[in-house]
Every structure is written in structure tokens, then in C-alpha cells.
């Protein structure tokens, strides 16, 4: 079974500017997560989808973040304009339900703002 | 890649030596807790977990151990080899927050053969 997939795995841009994320789950798994990770701190829940629709936003910046999986598979995050603070790697992961509890992760894709 | 926890508490062993990592969580209603794996480059990996009925859970190699009493979960390794060398995370989850997993702040486990 092949497992989350995400890309680019790095991505280097500057301040203001724009960079989207793209995230496939694992085949079936109607639920998909975007975490952020600071260097040397634990994932921070971004946003939760069932299916198509968000079932959970509150800790995404919405004003600078985005986030979308409009036909219910694969998903993309996007950031516009980025910041310094924003550097971090950001990790897709599905689980077969919403109330699957475990929960698979992607490799991540490491960003960094200059 | 860059290393996941620079800057996260560590815990150094011998190979062949067991491990124990600590986490204190933080909502005594959290009602499932999760360990990761997480090594340098790669998203987290699960390992075991264990939910608020049990107090302990075997798995191969690892153990669980669940106590409410002072909100404390712990992972134990036995015979710890060089590939177990990562950062580990502990994650709780609280029944009527969906699936909303929280993290905790992670512990680096270096293996010395």
C-alpha cells in the first residue's frame, strides 16, 4: 500500500512571496490533515478535511494560509504572502475515517522562508 | 536532512540497553494517546498506542504505560538497537475534539553502539 504523498519535499522562497504544498493520502482515506512543524517542536495541527469539506480550521492563519481538497482526495496548502516565521516543515497525513485514530503521515516538505 | 529536534530534550543509551521516555500530557479528558516515531527527514511514524480504559500495552519490543492519576504516559524500548535512534513524540487526542491529535514536545533517543 503506498503511503502519503507530498510534494516538493523542499522549497526554498523568499518573504511576501507565494508557495503551495500538495499532499496525496493514502488511497480510501476520506480524512486528510495538514500539520506544521517548527524546528524541535511537535506538529501543530493546520486543518482537517472529511472528504471535501473542512471539519476543523481554527489554528490556520487564514489570513496568509489556504487550503483546499476540492474532490475529496488530493489536497494543496498554500501560504500567500509567507513569512519568516513560517519556516517549517509541513506534514500531510489521512486516516480511513474521521474517527480512525491513528493517523499516517507524509515525509513532509520542508520550507524555508529567507 | 536537516535534523527534526535540535533543541528537544535527550535521552542517550547503550545498545542493548532498554529505554524509557516520558511525557506528561496535558487534559485529563484526553481519552487516547498515540507514540511517533519520528526520524530525521521523514514524517512521524506510529509506534503504539493505548487508550484511557488501559494502563499498560505491549507491542513488539515497546510498552506503554498510561497513568491518569498525574496525567504521565511513558514508552519503553527494550534492547534498544541503533536504529531506534529518532525523536519521539507522544500525542493525545480528546473524544469530542474529532480527531484532533495534540502533540507534545518530543524527546531524542541517540543509540551509542
Known amino acids: 500500500e503506498a503511503g502519503v504523498a507530498q510534494s516538493p519535499r523542499y522549497k526554498i522562497i523568499e518573504k511576501r512571496q507565494s508557495v503551495a504544498f500538495w499532499c496525496n493520502p493514502i488511497?480510501?482515506?476520506?480524512?486528510l490533515y495538514w500539520y506544521q512543524q517548527i524546528l524541535g517542536q511537535g506538529p501543530k495541527l493546520l486543518i482537517q478535511?472529511?472528504?471535501?469539506?473542512?471539519?476543523?480550521d481554527s489554528q490556520l492563519p487564514k489570513d496568509r494560509f489556504s487550503a483546499e481538497r476540492l474532490k475529496g482526495v488530493d489536497s494543496t496548502l498554500k501560504i500567500q504572502p509567507a513569512k519568516l516565521e513560517d519556516s517549517a516543515v509541513y506534514l500531510c497525513?489521512?486516516?480511513?475515517?474521521?474517527?480512525?485514530?491513528?493517523?499516517?503521515f507524509g515525509p513532509g516538505t520542508r520550507l524555508t522562508v529567507l | 536532512g536537516e535534523s527534526v529536534g535540535l533543541h528537544l530534550p535527550t535521552l542517550s543509551v547503550q545498545e542493548g540497553d532498554n529505554s524509557i521516555i516520558n511525557c506528561a500530557y496535558s487534559?485529563?479528558?484526553?481519552?487516547?494517546f498515540i507514540w511517533y516515531k519520528q526520524e530525521s527527514g521523514k514524517g512521524p511514524q506510529f509506534i503504539i498506542d493505548?487508550?484511557?480504559?488501559?494502563d499498560k500495552r505491549q507491542g513488539q519490543r515497546v510498552t506503554v504505560l498510561l497513568n491518569k492519576t498525574v496525567k504521565h504516559l511513558s514508552l519503553q524500548i527494550a534492547a534498544t538497537q541503533p536504529g531506534d535512534s529518532a525523536v519521539y513524540f507522544c500525542?493525545?487526542?480528546?473524544?469530542?475534539?474529532?480527531?484532533?491529535?495534540?502533540f507534545g514536545g518530543g524527546t531524542r533517543l541517540m543509540v551509542k553502539p
Open positions: 497525513a489521512s486516516s480511513p475515517t474521521r474517527s480512525t485514530d491513528t493517523q499516517y
Open positions: 488511497s480510501g482515506h476520506a480524512t
Open positions: 478535511f472529511q472528504n471535501n469539506g473542512v471539519v476543523d
Open positions: 487534559n485529563s479528558a484526553s481519552d487516547y
Open positions: 493505548i487508550r484511557s480504559n488501559m
Open positions: 500525542a493525545e487526542k480528546t473524544g469530542n475534539a474529532g480527531n484532533m491529535l495534540t
